[in-house]
């Protein structure tokens, strides 16, 4: 069974940076559409960025500028870099893959994963003022 296991998340103070990575475990993800989510105390979870399996990106509009989204097919590893952090950005950050069906970045962003897709454990990102 494919497993997603996330890493890279830590406390860092307003205008820092953080490079979040998800490792998949089991099987190749070079032909899943993926993506990072992220979900604050109290509230739903909210997707950040998608990338699909062409490397084509997408991100929810908070963090266009300032997150970027990428994979290393080869390593099997998916990647979040975080640039100029602030407090709201504070949360457990998730990366997931759709294994099944078709998908884009944009519908990873716009619609969410299917309800096949498979998630990692979560990292957890605090930003401070």
């Known amino acids: 069974q494919v497993q997603l296991v996330e890493s890279g998340g830590g406390s860092v103070q307003a205008g820092g940076s953080l490079r979040l990575s998800c490792a998949t475990l089991g099987y190749s993800s070079s032909t899943y559409c993926m993506g990072w989510f992220r979900q604050a105390p109290g509230a739903e979870r909210e997707t950040v960025a998608g990338v699909d399996s062409d490397g084509s990106t997408a991100y929810e509009d908070s963090v266009k500028g300032r997150f970027t989204i990428s994979r290393d097919n080869a390593k099997n590893v998916l990647y979040l870099q975080m640039n100029n952090l602030k407090p709201e950005d504070t949360a457990m950050y998730y990366c997931?893959?759709?294994?099944?069906?078709?998908?884009?970045?944009?519908?990873?962003?716009?619609?969410?994963?299917?309800?096949?897709?498979?998630w990692g454990q979560g990292t957890l990102v605090t930003v401070s003022s």
């Open positions: 997931a893959a759709e294994i099944s069906g078709p998908c884009s970045a944009r519908t990873v962003v716009g619609r969410g994963m299917g309800a096949s897709a498979v």
